[in-house]
Protein backbone atom coordinates (compact mmCIF):
# COMPACT_ATOMS: atom_id res chain seq x y z
CA UNK A 1 0.00 0.00 0.00
CA UNK A 2 1.16 3.46 -0.93
CA UNK A 3 1.90 5.74 2.07
CA UNK A 4 -1.12 8.50 2.66
CA UNK A 5 0.24 11.60 0.96
CA UNK A 6 -0.76 14.81 2.40
CA UNK A 7 -0.88 17.63 0.02
CA UNK A 8 2.22 19.71 -0.27
CA UNK A 9 2.79 22.85 1.45
CA UNK A 10 3.65 26.31 0.30
CA UNK A 11 7.60 25.30 1.01
CA UNK A 12 7.38 22.50 -1.39
CA UNK A 13 9.06 23.39 -4.52
CA UNK A 14 7.43 22.36 -8.12
CA UNK A 15 8.94 19.05 -8.43
CA UNK A 16 7.82 17.67 -4.85
CA UNK A 17 4.48 18.60 -5.72
CA UNK A 18 4.84 16.66 -8.63
CA UNK A 19 5.97 13.86 -7.35
CA UNK A 20 3.23 14.22 -4.40
CA UNK A 21 0.75 14.70 -7.42
CA UNK A 22 1.99 11.45 -9.05
CA UNK A 23 1.60 9.18 -6.08
CA UNK A 24 -1.85 10.72 -5.42
CA UNK A 25 -2.63 9.57 -9.00
CA UNK A 26 -1.13 6.05 -8.59
CA UNK A 27 -3.50 5.67 -5.17
CA UNK A 28 -7.18 6.40 -7.43
CA UNK A 29 -7.32 3.11 -8.75
CA UNK A 30 -6.16 1.50 -5.11
CA UNK A 31 -9.35 4.08 -3.49
CA UNK A 32 -12.00 2.77 -5.66
CA UNK A 33 -11.22 -0.78 -5.63
CA UNK A 34 -11.37 -0.64 -1.74
CA UNK A 35 -14.49 1.64 -2.18
CA UNK A 36 -15.51 -1.87 -4.11
CA UNK A 37 -14.36 -3.58 -1.31
CA UNK A 38 -15.43 -2.56 1.93
CA UNK A 39 -18.86 -0.07 1.49
CA UNK A 40 -21.95 -0.58 0.84
CA UNK A 41 -22.90 0.03 -2.71
CA UNK A 42 -25.43 2.56 -2.28
CA UNK A 43 -24.01 5.03 -4.78
CA UNK A 44 -22.92 5.85 -8.21
CA UNK A 45 -19.95 7.79 -8.03
CA UNK A 46 -17.86 9.59 -10.58
CA UNK A 47 -14.83 7.97 -11.36
CA UNK A 48 -12.24 11.07 -9.72
CA UNK A 49 -11.09 11.12 -6.54
CA UNK A 50 -11.62 14.66 -5.16
CA UNK A 51 -8.53 15.64 -2.82
CA UNK A 52 -9.07 19.29 -2.34
CA UNK A 53 -11.23 22.44 -3.11
CA UNK A 54 -11.19 26.23 -3.04
CA UNK A 55 -14.22 28.23 -3.89
CA UNK A 56 -15.96 26.70 -6.28
CA UNK A 57 -13.45 24.73 -7.75
CA UNK A 58 -11.61 21.24 -6.94
CA UNK A 59 -8.72 19.26 -7.73
CA UNK A 60 -8.73 15.43 -7.95
CA UNK A 61 -5.76 13.16 -7.67
CA UNK A 62 -4.34 13.93 -11.05
CA UNK A 63 -3.97 17.73 -10.24
CA UNK A 64 -7.03 18.07 -12.63
CA UNK A 65 -9.08 20.81 -11.75
CA UNK A 66 -13.02 20.87 -12.20
CA UNK A 67 -15.75 23.86 -11.37
CA UNK A 68 -18.01 22.44 -9.42
CA UNK A 69 -21.74 22.44 -10.45
CA UNK A 70 -22.83 19.99 -7.62
CA UNK A 71 -21.62 21.81 -4.80
CA UNK A 72 -21.72 18.59 -2.55
CA UNK A 73 -25.74 18.27 -3.43
CA UNK A 74 -26.38 21.94 -2.83
CA UNK A 75 -23.98 22.17 0.60
CA UNK A 76 -20.59 23.92 -0.15
CA UNK A 77 -22.56 27.35 -0.99
CA UNK A 78 -20.05 29.48 0.72
CA UNK A 79 -17.19 27.41 -1.42
CA UNK A 80 -15.16 24.92 -0.50
CA UNK A 81 -12.51 25.50 2.40
CA UNK A 82 -13.65 29.14 3.07
CA UNK A 83 -10.98 31.18 4.89
CA UNK A 84 -13.25 31.82 7.66
CA UNK A 85 -15.19 28.69 7.85
CA UNK A 86 -11.65 26.98 8.52
CA UNK A 87 -10.20 29.46 10.71
CA UNK A 88 -13.52 29.42 13.25
CA UNK A 89 -13.27 25.21 12.59
CA UNK A 90 -9.72 25.01 13.59
CA UNK A 91 -10.12 27.62 16.89
CA UNK A 92 -12.86 25.64 17.89
CA UNK A 93 -11.49 22.27 17.67
CA UNK A 94 -8.75 23.22 19.94
CA UNK A 95 -10.80 24.70 22.44
CA UNK A 96 -14.05 21.94 22.56
CA UNK A 97 -15.05 20.08 19.92
CA UNK A 98 -18.21 18.05 22.16
CA UNK A 99 -20.23 17.88 25.17
CA UNK A 100 -23.70 16.22 24.54
CA UNK A 101 -26.81 18.32 25.36
CA UNK A 102 -26.47 17.31 29.64
CA UNK A 103 -24.66 21.14 29.84
CA UNK A 104 -24.73 24.68 28.14
CA UNK A 105 -22.25 25.36 25.55
CA UNK A 106 -22.39 29.20 23.69
CA UNK A 107 -21.97 28.47 20.15
CA UNK A 108 -25.15 27.02 19.93
CA UNK A 109 -26.88 29.32 22.14
CA UNK A 110 -25.77 31.99 19.52
CA UNK A 111 -26.57 30.05 16.38
CA UNK A 112 -30.33 29.48 17.77
CA UNK A 113 -30.87 32.59 18.42
CA UNK A 114 -29.37 33.76 15.17
CA UNK A 115 -31.50 31.14 13.07
CA UNK A 116 -34.39 32.33 15.16
CA UNK A 117 -33.84 35.69 13.68
CA UNK A 118 -33.20 34.77 10.13
CA UNK A 119 -36.18 32.60 9.68
CA UNK A 120 -38.73 34.41 11.69
CA UNK A 121 -39.32 31.28 14.09
CA UNK A 122 -39.31 31.40 18.03
CA UNK A 123 -37.66 28.06 18.69
CA UNK A 124 -35.22 25.25 17.42
CA UNK A 125 -34.53 21.84 17.56
CA UNK A 126 -31.09 21.00 16.51
CA UNK A 127 -29.90 17.76 14.67
CA UNK A 128 -26.96 16.52 12.48
CA UNK A 129 -28.87 16.14 8.95
CA UNK A 130 -31.62 16.80 6.67
CA UNK A 131 -33.55 13.20 7.04
CA UNK A 132 -33.29 13.90 11.00
CA UNK A 133 -34.58 17.39 10.52
CA UNK A 134 -37.58 15.63 8.69
CA UNK A 135 -38.16 12.86 11.64
CA UNK A 136 -37.99 16.02 14.12
CA UNK A 137 -40.72 17.88 11.80
CA UNK A 138 -43.03 15.15 11.57
CA UNK A 139 -42.79 13.76 15.50
CA UNK A 140 -43.56 17.89 16.52
CA UNK A 141 -46.62 17.61 14.09
CA UNK A 142 -47.85 14.39 15.42
CA UNK A 143 -47.43 15.94 19.12
CA UNK A 144 -48.91 19.62 18.17
CA UNK A 145 -52.14 18.39 16.45
CA UNK A 146 -52.75 14.92 18.56
CA UNK A 147 -53.01 13.52 14.66
CA UNK A 148 -51.78 11.05 12.81
CA UNK A 149 -51.86 11.61 9.23
CA UNK A 150 -49.01 13.49 6.36
CA UNK A 151 -49.48 14.65 2.92
CA UNK A 152 -46.61 14.65 0.75
CA UNK A 153 -45.90 15.82 -2.85
CA UNK A 154 -45.77 12.57 -5.69
CA UNK A 155 -41.80 12.97 -6.29
CA UNK A 156 -41.13 14.51 -3.04
CA UNK A 157 -37.30 13.81 -0.96
CA UNK A 158 -37.50 14.56 2.03
CA UNK A 159 -34.73 12.26 3.63
CA UNK A 160 -34.31 8.32 3.68
CA UNK A 161 -35.01 7.44 7.79
CA UNK A 162 -38.08 5.79 8.28
CA UNK A 163 -40.22 9.12 9.17
CA UNK A 164 -38.43 11.03 6.04
CA UNK A 165 -38.92 8.06 3.92
CA UNK A 166 -42.60 6.97 4.41
CA UNK A 167 -43.50 11.12 3.49
CA UNK A 168 -41.31 10.52 0.46
CA UNK A 169 -41.99 9.37 -2.95
CA UNK A 170 -39.17 10.12 -4.88
CA UNK A 171 -37.03 6.72 -3.89
CA UNK A 172 -36.99 2.80 -3.60
CA UNK A 173 -39.81 2.47 -0.60
CA UNK A 174 -41.30 -0.81 -1.71
CA UNK A 175 -38.56 -3.31 0.28
CA UNK A 176 -38.57 -1.13 3.73
CA UNK A 177 -42.58 -1.51 4.43
CA UNK A 178 -44.81 -1.23 6.43
CA UNK A 179 -43.66 3.03 6.69
CA UNK A 180 -45.94 5.51 8.54
CA UNK A 181 -49.70 4.49 7.53
CA UNK A 182 -52.13 7.41 6.55
CA UNK A 183 -49.42 9.25 3.81
CA UNK A 184 -51.32 10.46 1.03
CA UNK A 185 -49.02 11.74 -1.91
CA UNK A 186 -50.94 14.76 -3.81
CA UNK A 187 -49.91 15.99 -7.18
CA UNK A 188 -47.35 18.69 -6.61
CA UNK A 189 -48.49 22.30 -7.46
CA UNK A 190 -52.15 22.02 -7.14
CA UNK A 191 -53.40 23.14 -3.88
CA UNK A 192 -56.75 22.06 -4.60
CA UNK A 193 -55.46 18.17 -4.16
CA UNK A 194 -54.93 19.30 -0.83
CA UNK A 195 -57.73 20.32 -0.26
CA UNK A 196 -59.29 17.16 -0.97
CA UNK A 197 -56.89 14.80 0.60
CA UNK A 198 -57.36 16.53 3.91
CA UNK A 199 -59.48 14.39 6.58
CA UNK A 200 -59.99 14.26 10.27
CA UNK A 201 -56.93 12.65 10.74
CA UNK A 202 -54.53 14.91 8.98
CA UNK A 203 -51.72 16.31 11.28
CA UNK A 204 -49.58 18.51 8.58
CA UNK A 205 -48.92 18.92 5.15
CA UNK A 206 -44.85 18.74 4.18
CA UNK A 207 -43.87 20.15 1.12
CA UNK A 208 -40.42 21.48 -0.09
CA UNK A 209 -40.85 25.25 -2.07
CA UNK A 210 -38.85 23.97 -4.70
CA UNK A 211 -38.74 20.15 -5.77
CA UNK A 212 -35.17 19.34 -5.79
CA UNK A 213 -34.67 15.69 -5.91
CA UNK A 214 -37.42 15.41 -8.42
CA UNK A 215 -35.91 17.84 -10.71
CA UNK A 216 -35.47 21.38 -9.62
CA UNK A 217 -39.67 21.93 -10.08
CA UNK A 218 -40.49 25.40 -9.42
CA UNK A 219 -44.13 25.40 -8.40
CA UNK A 220 -47.27 27.83 -9.62
CA UNK A 221 -46.49 31.34 -7.51
CA UNK A 222 -49.50 31.17 -5.61
CA UNK A 223 -48.93 27.42 -4.72
CA UNK A 224 -47.74 27.71 -1.22
CA UNK A 225 -50.30 30.82 0.09
CA UNK A 226 -52.82 28.89 -1.24
CA UNK A 227 -52.10 25.69 0.57
CA UNK A 228 -51.22 28.17 3.70
CA UNK A 229 -54.74 28.88 3.20
CA UNK A 230 -55.82 25.53 3.23
CA UNK A 231 -54.17 24.21 5.82
CA UNK A 232 -55.20 27.33 8.26
CA UNK A 233 -58.86 26.75 7.63
CA UNK A 234 -58.50 22.81 7.90
CA UNK A 235 -56.21 23.37 11.42
CA UNK A 236 -53.60 21.34 9.66
CA UNK A 237 -49.33 22.16 10.14
CA UNK A 238 -47.70 23.24 6.86
CA UNK A 239 -43.99 21.93 7.39
CA UNK A 240 -41.75 23.59 4.41
CA UNK A 241 -38.21 21.77 4.22
CA UNK A 242 -35.94 24.22 3.27
CA UNK A 243 -33.16 21.72 3.47
CA UNK A 244 -31.79 22.18 -0.11
CA UNK A 245 -33.43 25.35 -0.65
CA UNK A 246 -32.41 27.20 2.68
CA UNK A 247 -29.16 30.18 3.18
CA UNK A 248 -29.41 31.84 -0.40
CA UNK A 249 -29.99 28.70 -2.50
CA UNK A 250 -32.77 30.58 -4.34
CA UNK A 251 -32.01 34.00 -4.23
CA UNK A 252 -33.60 34.40 -0.60
CA UNK A 253 -32.77 33.75 2.28
CA UNK A 254 -35.26 30.86 2.37
CA UNK A 255 -37.32 30.04 -0.36
CA UNK A 256 -40.52 30.97 1.26
CA UNK A 257 -39.40 34.39 0.84
CA UNK A 258 -39.93 34.11 -2.24
CA UNK A 259 -43.45 33.23 -1.90
CA UNK A 260 -44.17 35.53 1.28
CA UNK A 261 -45.56 32.08 3.52
CA UNK A 262 -44.18 31.49 7.14
CA UNK A 263 -45.11 27.78 7.30
CA UNK A 264 -45.37 26.12 10.83
CA UNK A 265 -42.57 23.96 11.39
CA UNK A 266 -39.62 24.51 8.62
CA UNK A 267 -36.80 22.27 8.32
CA UNK A 268 -32.74 23.25 7.57
CA UNK A 269 -29.92 21.04 6.92
CA UNK A 270 -27.64 21.03 3.80
CA UNK A 271 -26.03 24.13 3.60
CA UNK A 272 -26.40 25.58 7.24
CA UNK A 273 -22.13 23.94 8.06
CA UNK A 274 -20.64 25.03 5.21
CA UNK A 275 -20.01 21.52 4.59
CA UNK A 276 -19.61 20.59 8.09
CA UNK A 277 -22.93 18.28 9.42
CA UNK A 278 -25.66 19.96 10.97
CA UNK A 279 -29.76 20.34 10.76
CA UNK A 280 -32.03 22.08 12.66
CA UNK A 281 -36.19 22.18 12.72
CA UNK A 282 -37.72 25.66 13.66
CA UNK A 283 -41.16 26.65 14.54
CA UNK A 284 -43.17 28.55 17.04
CA UNK A 285 -44.12 25.37 18.61
CA UNK A 286 -41.91 23.59 21.00
CA UNK A 287 -40.84 19.50 22.42
CA UNK A 288 -40.63 20.00 26.03
CA UNK A 289 -37.94 17.76 27.88
CA UNK A 290 -37.78 14.07 27.19
CA UNK A 291 -40.07 14.21 24.31
CA UNK A 292 -36.91 14.52 21.22
CA UNK A 293 -33.17 14.43 21.82
CA UNK A 294 -29.76 13.86 19.92
CA UNK A 295 -26.84 12.87 21.41
CA UNK A 296 -24.54 15.15 18.79
CA UNK A 297 -27.01 17.45 17.92
CA UNK A 298 -25.97 21.45 18.20
CA UNK A 299 -22.61 20.36 19.04
CA UNK A 300 -20.07 23.08 19.81
CA UNK A 301 -17.97 22.39 16.31
CA UNK A 302 -21.08 22.38 14.11
CA UNK A 303 -22.71 25.08 15.71
CA UNK A 304 -19.12 26.94 15.31
CA UNK A 305 -18.98 26.02 11.88
CA UNK A 306 -22.42 27.40 11.24
CA UNK A 307 -22.06 30.41 13.02
CA UNK A 308 -19.24 31.29 10.38
CA UNK A 309 -21.44 30.36 7.61
CA UNK A 310 -23.89 32.31 7.96
CA UNK A 311 -21.60 35.16 9.25
CA UNK A 312 -19.67 34.87 5.35
CA UNK A 313 -23.19 34.98 3.46
CA UNK A 314 -23.97 38.05 5.33
CA UNK A 315 -20.75 39.66 4.79
CA UNK A 316 -20.03 38.88 0.98
CA UNK A 317 -24.00 39.77 0.54
CA UNK A 318 -24.40 35.84 -1.10
CA UNK A 319 -27.62 35.56 -1.23
CA UNK A 320 -28.07 39.07 -3.72
CA UNK A 321 -25.43 37.07 -5.29
CA UNK A 322 -27.61 33.80 -5.89
CA UNK A 323 -30.10 36.26 -7.50
CA UNK A 324 -27.58 37.97 -9.90
CA UNK A 325 -25.75 35.73 -10.99
CA UNK A 326 -28.82 32.70 -10.96
CA UNK A 327 -30.00 35.29 -13.50
CA UNK A 328 -27.25 35.61 -15.31
CA UNK A 329 -26.95 32.06 -15.12
CA UNK A 330 -30.11 30.92 -16.62
CA UNK A 331 -29.69 33.53 -19.37
CA UNK A 332 -26.91 32.29 -21.05
CA UNK A 333 -28.03 28.69 -20.41
CA UNK A 334 -31.64 29.79 -22.22
CA UNK A 335 -29.63 31.78 -25.12
CA UNK A 336 -27.37 28.84 -25.87
CA UNK A 337 -28.58 25.82 -25.05
CA UNK A 338 -32.59 26.82 -24.47
CA UNK A 339 -33.74 26.01 -27.71
CA UNK A 340 -31.83 22.94 -29.06
CA UNK A 341 -33.31 19.67 -29.92
CA UNK A 342 -31.95 17.64 -26.89
CA UNK A 343 -33.11 20.54 -24.58
CA UNK A 344 -36.81 20.39 -23.03
CA UNK A 345 -36.86 22.94 -20.32
CA UNK A 346 -34.58 25.26 -18.31
CA UNK A 347 -35.86 26.33 -14.82
CA UNK A 348 -35.01 27.31 -11.73
CA UNK A 349 -34.41 30.24 -9.02
CA UNK A 350 -31.18 31.71 -7.91
CA UNK A 351 -28.24 29.41 -8.23
CA UNK A 352 -30.96 26.10 -8.26
CA UNK A 353 -31.19 25.87 -11.82
CA UNK A 354 -32.48 22.14 -13.33
CA UNK A 355 -31.69 21.74 -17.07
CA UNK A 356 -34.21 18.70 -18.50
CA UNK A 357 -33.27 17.06 -21.68
CA UNK A 358 -35.42 14.58 -23.41
CA UNK A 359 -33.00 11.90 -23.18
CA UNK A 360 -31.35 10.74 -19.54
CA UNK A 361 -28.46 12.61 -18.74
CA UNK A 362 -25.60 10.68 -17.16
CA UNK A 363 -23.65 10.38 -20.77
CA UNK A 364 -23.87 14.63 -20.63
CA UNK A 365 -22.37 14.40 -17.05
CA UNK A 366 -19.81 12.22 -18.15
CA UNK A 367 -18.86 14.06 -20.73
CA UNK A 368 -18.53 17.40 -18.55
CA UNK A 369 -16.21 15.52 -15.90
CA UNK A 370 -14.28 14.90 -18.72
CA UNK A 371 -13.75 18.54 -20.10
CA UNK A 372 -13.50 19.93 -16.36
CA UNK A 373 -17.05 20.66 -14.82
CA UNK A 374 -18.79 18.40 -11.94
CA UNK A 375 -22.77 17.95 -12.63
CA UNK A 376 -25.32 16.00 -10.88
CA UNK A 377 -27.78 14.39 -12.90
CA UNK A 378 -31.73 13.81 -10.96
CA UNK A 379 -34.80 12.62 -11.71
CA UNK A 380 -32.95 10.68 -14.82
CA UNK A 381 -33.26 13.23 -17.25
CA UNK A 382 -32.50 16.62 -15.19
CA UNK A 383 -28.98 18.17 -15.15
CA UNK A 384 -29.21 20.21 -11.77
CA UNK A 385 -26.70 23.11 -11.01
CA UNK A 386 -26.14 24.02 -7.77
CA UNK A 387 -22.85 25.27 -7.62
CA UNK A 388 -20.94 27.31 -4.49
CA UNK A 389 -22.70 30.75 -3.86
CA UNK A 390 -19.27 32.40 -4.34
CA UNK A 391 -19.01 30.94 -8.15
CA UNK A 392 -17.58 33.66 -10.58
CA UNK A 393 -19.07 34.61 -13.50
CA UNK A 394 -16.07 33.02 -15.74
CA UNK A 395 -16.56 29.60 -13.96
CA UNK A 396 -20.72 29.94 -14.90
CA UNK A 397 -19.51 30.63 -18.61
CA UNK A 398 -16.96 27.88 -19.10
CA UNK A 399 -19.95 25.47 -17.83
CA UNK A 400 -22.35 27.17 -20.24
CA UNK A 401 -19.91 26.54 -22.74
CA UNK A 402 -19.02 23.29 -21.85
CA UNK A 403 -22.72 21.72 -21.71
CA UNK A 404 -23.49 23.82 -25.47
CA UNK A 405 -20.40 21.70 -26.91
CA UNK A 406 -21.82 18.20 -25.19
CA UNK A 407 -25.71 19.22 -26.21
CA UNK A 408 -23.99 19.87 -30.06
CA UNK A 409 -25.84 22.70 -30.29
CA UNK A 410 -25.71 26.02 -32.67
CA UNK A 411 -25.68 29.22 -30.30
CA UNK A 412 -29.84 31.02 -31.01
CA UNK A 413 -29.71 33.91 -31.24
CA UNK A 414 -30.39 36.18 -27.51
CA UNK A 415 -33.37 36.46 -26.08
CA UNK A 416 -34.67 32.89 -26.73
C1 LIG B 1 -31.09 16.32 0.94
C2 LIG B 1 -32.47 16.52 1.41
C3 LIG B 1 -32.95 15.88 2.56
C4 LIG B 1 -32.16 14.84 3.32
O1 LIG B 1 -30.98 15.33 3.83
P1 LIG B 1 -29.86 14.30 4.39
O2 LIG B 1 -28.88 15.21 5.05
O3 LIG B 1 -29.31 13.58 3.20
O4 LIG B 1 -30.54 13.39 5.33
C5 LIG B 1 -34.22 16.19 3.01
N1 LIG B 1 -34.99 17.08 2.34
C6 LIG B 1 -34.57 17.70 1.22
C7 LIG B 1 -35.46 18.69 0.54
C8 LIG B 1 -33.31 17.43 0.71
O5 LIG B 1 -32.91 18.02 -0.43
Redesign the pocket.
Known amino acids: MLPYTAPPTRQHGALIKRIYTWVRALRTQEVMEKERQFIMQTYARLPIVIIEGRGAVVRDAYGREYVDCVAG?AVNSVGHCHPKVVAAIKTQAERLIHTSNLFYTEPQVELAEKLCRLTNFEKVFFCN???ES?EAALKLARKVTKKKGFIAAENS????TFG?LSVTHHVKRDIFEPLLSNVKFIRYGDADAIRKAIDEDTAAVIL?PIQ??AGVIVPPPEYLREVKEVCEERDVLLIL?E??TGFGRTGRWFCKDHFKVQPDIMTV??ALGGGFPI?ATLSNFSFERGEHASTFGGNPLACTAALATIQVIEEERLVERSERLGTYFMQRLSETIGGCDGVKDVRGKGLMLGVELRERCEGVVHAALKRGVLLNCTADRVIRLVPPLVVEKSHIDVVVEVLSEILGTTPQPPGI
Open positions: ISGAVFHGRAEGEDVQAKG
